[in-house]
């Protein structure tokens, strides 16, 4: 279907691009997102993407990492129910490269009860989560990729009232390309057009 067809985002001013559906909206046009975060939202499924830059947890190894990060989001939105799916090893991405040096990159997917904005755990939804850290170790940075998926809508989440309560309908019913398809299309893209993005570690 045409609104989701797949385009190249440019993020963080064109330094980085990623390729994934027309129909995620760029939510700093709503509202004010953190300089290290661009983040995506499709309001007619409640799905989101989110990519994300980090100073590197050189405390975090690489095996692992991306579960790290999933828990310690679970952990940071107070979410009840956490369950880790599935996780990858660790892999080389040959496409980013700093100086001859691939990035790290490790994947998870979970699933977790969370709220939305502040309302409070009686409006929890239950979303499946896609975590991509990619490890640029040459510019002493972690980025993370996330992407969400809701499977229940709570009656009393601000959500329901615009993709209605219940369990949440399928992408493939409605067109739409998968969240994990989403999610692997953004990771697989991910580029770094402009190192310089990364200021003086990139020097």
Not at 68 to 81: R, S, T, V
Not at 149 to 167: D, F, K, Q, R
Request: aromatic share 8%; proline share 4%.
């Amino acid at each position: 279907m045409p609104e989701d067809f797949c385009t190249h985002r440019p993020l963080f001013g064109g330094a980085i691009t990623s390729t994934f559906p027309r129909r995620f909206e760029d939510v700093s046009i709503i509202r004010q997102v953190p300089d290290h975060q661009e983040a995506f939202v499709d309001p007619a499924r409640d799905e989101s993407l989110i990519i994300e830059l980090l100073d590197l947890k050189t405390d975090v190894a690489d095996q692992g990492s991306a579960t790290w990060f999933l828990q310690d989001l679970a952990a940071e939105q107070d979410a009840e129910g956490t369950m880790v799916i599935e996780q990858s090893g660790v892999f080389e991405a040959d496409g980013v490269r700093f100086r001859g040096i691939p990035a790290i990159i490790t994947t998870a997917v979970g699933q977790m009860a969370i709220s939305k904005g502040r309302q409070g755990r009686d409006a929890q939804n239950v979303v499946k989560v896609y975590l991509a850290n990619l490890r640029l170790k040459g510019v002493a940075t972690d980025v993370l990729i996330t992407a969400y998926e809701p499977i229940l809508i709570n009656a009393a989440s601000e959500t329901a009232a615009a993709v209605g309560a219940g369990v949440a309908i399928p992408a493939e019913q409605s067109g739409c390309m998968p969240m994990r398809q989403v999610f692997t299309s953004a990771v697989t893209s991910f580029k770094v057009n402009d190192w310089n993005l990364f200021g003086s570690s990139a020097d």
